[in-house]
């Protein structure tokens, strides 16, 4: 199985700062006949299921802002939130669909500083 | 694009069975796999298993393999997820999500639903 790790566990950011998560896989995700990297990101809020925010490891869902943004190729990836708002208090996954089973990290908890 | 609506809170004993529905509209019932995963109070997100609702062809892990069970309804555009053999450690948000061929990522998800196993 791919293992999925997050950094960090938790981070506190000010409003309108960045918040930058990062993931890495135990197993490169980029698939050489396509070039692309089976690595997606969710935002998860208490009592809600998960929600796509990124796949591609970095095309961005449409309705998704655009201080969401994915970066990273091969096992290292990092999801930025540019000018934290209020309503982005949230656990944030990665998940690589590169092999089964699909796995993610084990999440990160954004909060306000 | 599809929705996903699923079945209501169970609360079982120890040792019992529980089966959980996922119903799809807005879009072709066999156009996209369907998976199952969970996720115990406060942690990560476990994946459980898929089922092809054309054919209903299913690909479990291996940590439920023997104890899970997912099948579809055509003429109602739900698929289920029975969990047998119940232990508290099972207590979890079940949820069920769409992923495709072209599109593989999760999305989008049901609301989830809470099994609570406890004697």
């Known amino acids: 199985d791919i293992v999925m790790t997050q950094s960090p566990d938790s981070l506190a950011v000010s409003l309108g700062e960045r918040a930058t998560i990062n993931c890495k896989s135990s197993q490169s995700v980029l698939n050489s006949a396509n070039n692309k990297n089976f690595l997606a990101w969710y935002q998860q809020k208490p009592g809600q299921p998960p929600r796509l925010l990124i796949y591609w490891a970095s095309t961005r869902k449409s309705g998704v802002p655009d201080r969401f943004s994915g970066s990273g190729s091969g096992t290292d990836f990092t999801l930025t939130i540019n000018s934290l708002q209020s309503e982005d208090v949230a656990a944030y996954y990665c998940?690589?669909?590169?092999?089964?089973?699909?796995?993610f990290g084990q999440g990160t908890k954004v909060e306000i500083k | 694009q599809m929705q996903l609506v699923q079945s209501g809170a169970e609360a079982k004993k120890p040792g019992a069975s529980v089966k959980v529905s996922c119903k799809a509209s807005?879009?072709?019932?066999?156009?996209?796999?369907i998976h199952w995963l969970r996720q115990a109070p406060g942690q990560g997100l476990e994946w459980m298993g898929i089922?092809?609702?054309?054919?209903?062809?299913?690909t479990y892990a291996q940590k439920f393999q023997g104890r899970v069970t997912m099948t579809r309804d055509t003429s109602t555009s739900t698929v289920y997820m029975e969990l047998s053999s119940l232990r508290s450690e099972d207590t979890a948000v079940y949820y069920c999500?769409?992923?495709?061929?072209?599109?593989?990522?999760?999305?989008?998800w049901g609301q989830g639903t809470l099994v609570t196993v406890s004697s």
């Open positions: 998940q690589q669909y590169s092999s089964s089973p699909r796995t």
């Open positions: 089922i092809n609702p054309s054919g209903g062809a299913t």
């Open positions: 999500a769409t992923a495709g061929q072209l599109e593989p990522w999760f999305d989008p």
């Open positions: 807005g879009d072709t019932f066999t156009s996209f796999y």
